[in-house]
């Protein structure tokens, strides 16, 4: 079956710039996550959804950052006023309820000129 | 707070040397532990867990112990080959975490025949 899709692959932009990041999670996959990785960094927790919970954003570096779950699939992760620091792959994951495997996406490459 | 530090890399092996990546966690709780291994161009994918002390995680003749005692979960694998190629992330999770997930910084092998 399809995995967890991630668009764009790549995205270049300029800062102050607003960006938006799509994740598809898998069917029927009730919790999402998103993390980022920076280069010679472990995965950062930003965000987790779980069913029609409140989201767990404790992770978001700003209030620049933020995102949504739509119907309880696809999510969007926003980066407003996007500064340089915020270039990184952004990978999203999701998983059963209660289950420890997460199923990863293939990142988005953001790069802020 | 929770975390995870792992050996830094990149480790070079010759095919069919043994391999050994070190992972110590720190967590507030009764952390489950996990490898997760990302191969070149792919996404994050499982590779191993263990949810209690003691356990044993095991996959693709990779292993890992849950040591209580050391707050250890070192990656091994009696014998490497070509395909091993690829950065292994260790990871835990908590129930005080709520299902956040916290990852080492990865450690990149590369296999030379």
């Known amino acids: 079956g399809a995995g967890v899709s991630q668009s764009p692959s790549n995205k270049v932009t300029e800062k102050g710039k607003d960006v938006e990041l799509r994740c598809d999670p898998i069917?029927?996959?009730?919790?999402l996550y998103w993390y980022r990785q920076s280069l010679g960094q472990g995965l950062e927790f930003l965000i987790y959804f779980q069913g029609n919970s409140a989201p767990d954003k404790s992770g978001l570096p700003s209030d620049r950052f933020s995102a949504e779950r739509t119907g309880g699939s696809v999510s969007t992760l926003t980066i407003q006023r996007t500064q340089q620091e915020d270039s990184a792959v952004y990978l999203c994951a999701s998983s059963f309820w209660g289950s420890y495997e997460q199923y990863f996406g293939p990142g988005t490459r953001l790069t802020v000129t | 707070g929770d975390s995870v530090t792992q050996m830094e890399g990149p480790v070079t092996l010759s095919e069919e040397a043994f391999l050994t990546i070190n992972c110590t966690y720190t967590a507030t709780g009764y952390p489950s532990l996990f490898w997760y291994v990302q191969y070149p161009g792919e996404g994050l994918q499982l590779l191993l867990k263990a949810t209690k002390a003691d356990d044993k995680g095991s996959n693709k003749g990779f292993e890992a112990t849950y040591r209580k005692e050391t707050t250890s979960f070192h990656l091994e694998k009696g014998s490497v080959q070509v395909s091993d190629s690829a950065v292994y992330f260790c990871a835990l999770t908590t129930a005080n975490t709520g299902n956040q997930f916290y990852f080492g910084t990865g450690t990149s092998l590369t296999v030379i025949p």
């Open positions: 069917s029927g996959h009730t919790a």
